[in-house]
């Protein structure tokens, strides 16, 4: 795969990486907003388990595919601490549960170091490609 190939596929999944946790993160902080101001969404917004394992699964596989051809193209394995990290917990945050006080807390965390990965593994990768 030539340069400008892995560049642009590695470069999509980072942002695919940072958008999907943005949208973790939103939801994470806009759901309790939201029961707040109309209690009647409290049993069709509060019991997602589903949608919770779904986004851990396509986080899993999103970071393995882009910091996999990141790190080909860079050769640095720094994004991997913050993606191992925010991977580890929001797994924690499904083992934990949606009724304990710290899963939002712990699912905001991880879904920040799993987008601060992207963000880097995209600065690393743009930069080794403007070495070459």
């Not at 934990?96 to 995209?122: C, D, I, K, P």
């Amino acid at each position: 795969m030539t340069d400008f190939a892995v560049s642009r596929t590695t470069r999509s999944w980072d942002v695919v990486g940072v958008l999907l946790s943005t949208v973790c993160l939103i939801h994470c902080l806009a759901v309790p907003v939201g029961l707040a101001l109309i209690p009647a969404l409290a049993g069709t917004l509060s019991e997602q388990e589903w949608l919770h394992r779904l986004v851990v699964v396509l986080a899993f596989m999103v970071v393995a595919i882009a910091l996999v051809t990141g790190i080909r193209a860079h050769r640095r394995y720094g994004p991997l601490l913050p993606a191992s990290v925010g991977l580890a917990l929001l797994t924690l945050s499904l083992i934990v549960g949606e009724e304990h006080w710290a899963e939002q807390l712990v699912t905001s965390v991880g879904a920040l170091m799993t987008a601060s990965a992207h963000l880097w593994n995209r600065a690393l990768l743009k930069r080794a490609l403007a070495a070459r």
